[in-house]
Structures are given as structure tokens and as C-alpha cells.
């Protein structure tokens, strides 16, 4: 007897984030972040990672995306502080509900007589509530999210194999929401051979940003890996213009 072959599922087909960072689509091949997708953008002091991320919500909130922004060590007040002083209008953005600013950060104010100490909660409480964070950012409904930084969690989470297990929830939750999230945290190395540390490997993507030493300021902006998208992989400049923000020279190639 024969049998009817099982029907093919349809192949849905992939749907693309504009950045809204000029040149960093065109190393993504034209299309952007895949949508739903995780990356991990990684960077040392001062390079633009922060500047980047707001960049990606404030255009994002331009095309009708709303998004949200978790801070996980920096004051929401100093987050605001910080866009004005690039020109972005974030404030504007956040009042009319375009964006919002979430802080989970473990370091919690005391109010009262000992208003001026503060302390830590515990990374398992701290993670909950991060947890929790992110899945108000699905009911509202997000379509970007920014985590900044994880190097909060790794502090949090000494020793190896928990903060693995803290990142990988992370992530899947983040994954099962369908949200297009940047993850933003230091790099250990301003060299150019560096360390690949365990998100690298759960991520969709990875963006490399350095600000170069040996006697030259040249800022060098590097798309390591995007999965879905015939990405541009070689190092260029890139440089940080008041009123745009980030700006990667997709033409040029970084010489070192």
C-alpha cells in the first residue's frame, strides 16, 4: 500500500531590523539585525557602546518599534543626561512612550535615615528580577531591547558554571520573547587577540568595538558574526557625531 509523502512545512521567510546605525547595515548585507535575534556587543570604556544602543532605540522608536532600555549599572538620570549631551532627544522619546528606561540594577537605594548607604541584593534575586524586567518589556510589546551591561551579571555570578546557567535563562527568555535585543559588556582586551568568552557562543551575533592604542586614536567597528545575514566581518572606522551617534565607515577598511 502506498503511502502520500508528509506535505512540506512552509519556510517562513526571514524578516530584518533596520539598525538605523548609519554604515552598520550595509555590513549587514543591506537587511539589518534578523528579527528576534541576540547580539552581543562588546567594547572597552568610551568607545560608543552605550551611544550605540540608545542610537538603535531612539531610530527604532522613529519607525514605530518601541523599545526598552535596562540598566544594570548606570543611573537612569545619567542614561538621559548622557543622549542630550549627543543631541538625541531620548527624553522626548520616553515621555511620549516611544522608549522606556527600566533600571535593574542589583544596587538598591534605602530610603529613610540611611538614605545615603545602599546595598546589593543577591544574584539569585537580582536575576529574577532582570527576569521579570524583560518579560515587561514582551507585554508592552517591545520590539527592541537593550541590556546594559552584562558585566553586572558576571559580577554577580563568580563562579562559572552559575552565571553560564544565569546567562543561558537570559538569553532563551529573551529568544522566546521574539525580541531584537542588543547585550552590551566590556572587552577584556583592547588587542587585536582577545578572549571569547561563553555568551559569544550563545548569541546571533557579535560586534566588536575598539578604540585602538599603539599610538593612534583610529576607532575600529568589527560585525564578528550575525547569524542569517552574509555580514561583512573585516574591521573599519567608525567615529561618534553629535546629534547622529554612531557612524561606521562601511567603505573604508581599519588599518592597523
Do not use: W
Not at 537605594?109 to 545615603?116: H, N, P, R, T, Y
Not at 566588536?208 to 545575514?229: D, H, P
Not at 553629535?242 to 562601511?250: L, R
Amino acid at each position: 500500500m502506498e503511502t502520500s509523502p508528509a506535505p512540506l512545512k512552509k519556510v517562513r521567510k526571514k524578516e530584518y531590523i533596520p539598525s538605523g546605525i548609519p554604515g552598520l547595515d550595509q555590513l549587514l548585507h543591506g537587511k539589518g539585525f534578523p528579527k528576534g535575534s541576540v547580539t552581543y556587543l562588546v567594547g572597552g570604556p568610551g568607545t560608543g557602546k552605550t551611544t550605540l544602543a540608545l542610537q538603535y532605540l531612539c531610530e527604532g522608536a522613529k519607525m514605530g518599534d518601541y523599545g526598552v532600555y535596562l540598566s544594570l549599572d548606570e543611573g537612569l538620570d545619567s542614561v538621559l543626561e548622557n543622549a542630550e549631551e549627543l543631541g538625541m532627544d531620548l527624553e522626548a522619546l520616553v515621555n511620549s512612550k516611544k522608549i522606556s528606561l527600566v533600571d535593574a540594577s542589583p544596587i538598591v537605594s534605602v530610603e529613610g535615615e540611611i538614605s545615603a548607604h545602599r546595598y546589593r541584593r543577591s544574584a539569585e534575586s537580582s536575576l529574577a528580577i532582570l527576569m521579570d524586567r524583560i518579560s515587561y518589556a514582551a507585554r508592552a510589546p517591545a520590539k527592541r531591547l537593550v541590556i546594559d551591561s552584562l558585566a553586572t551579571i558576571v559580577l554577580q555570578f563568580p563562579e562559572a558554571a552559575e552565571r553560564r546557567m544565569a546567562l543561558k535563562g537570559m538569553i532563551e527568555t529573551i529568544r522566546d520573547l521574539k525580541i531584537t535585543a542588543l547585550l552590551l559588556s566590556e572587552l577584556s582586551s583592547s588587542g587585536r587577540e582577545r578572549d571569547y568568552d561563553y555568551v559569544e557562543f550563545l548569541a546571533d551575533g557579535t560586534i566588536v568595538m575598539k578604540a585602538n592604542s599603539a599610538g593612534n586614536t583610529l576607532q575600529t567597528f568589527t560585525v564578528e558574526k550575525m547569524r542569517g545575514v552574509e555580514n561583512d566581518k573585516r574591521p573599519h572606522p567608525y567615529k561618534i557625531v553629535k546629534g547622529i551617534g554612531i557612524e561606521v565607515f562601511a567603505n573604508e577598511l581599519a588599518e592597523f
